[in-house]
């Protein structure tokens, strides 16, 4: 799989369902689905990658791929082992029904507004550069504490405007 490959399944946003958003409340999962998303990896591959035991990657791929989120590429044969490949369908997701995590005062441990003034080109940019910082910090093999990481971007109303525009996207999604 080449580069743009990866970057245009990167940036893609998976209609999930319900149970596919609940498997995906791991920073764990959100790992593997990144270390899948270029060229297919076995479940030992991917915990090489991210310093994790296999037998905890191999639990969790499967989760992932019986929740539809993963694709066996193929199997091949390895000194009688039958390995399995496998790809992340995404990386990016759109949940319907996500309406953010609801942070504890006492649990957050940033939070900030601002305001910009972008065209639809550079709206397109800002996007694009934003995801591509949270998905790095994502496939990072990192230790500690997880933490949710939640970003809405909008267009502002006027005083005049009304409505709601709640999108639903999900990415852990910006």
């Known amino acids: ?62 989760k992932l791929f019986e929740g539809g989120l993963l694709e066996l590429v193929r199997t091949e044969a390895a000194g009688g082992i039958m390995q399995k490949f496998y790809r992340s369908k995404a990386t990016w997701f759109r949940s319907p029904n996500f309406s953010g995590f609801g942070f504890r005062k006492e649990d957050t441990a940033l939070h900030f507004t601002t305001r910009l003034s972008l065209s639809a080109e550079e709206l397109t940019l800002f996007r694009q550069d934003v995801m591509k910082l949270i998905g790095e910090w994502e496939a990072k093999a990192t230790h500690g504490e997880e933490y949710g990481v939640e970003m809405i971007i909008g267009r502002l109303l006027h005083p005049t405007d009304s409505g709601d525009s709640n999108g639903g996207e999900r990415h852990d999604a910006p």
């Open 1 to 62: 799989m080449n580069d743009s490959d990866v970057s245009k399944r990167e940036g893609t946003l998976l209609p999930i369902s319900d149970e596919q958003e609940k498997l995906l409340q791991s920073a764990l999962r959100i790992k593997i689905m990144h270390a899948l998303a270029g060229d297919p990896l076995t479940s030992k591959q991917v915990a090489e990658r991210l310093g994790k035991t296999p037998g905890n990657v191999h639990y969790h791929i499967q």
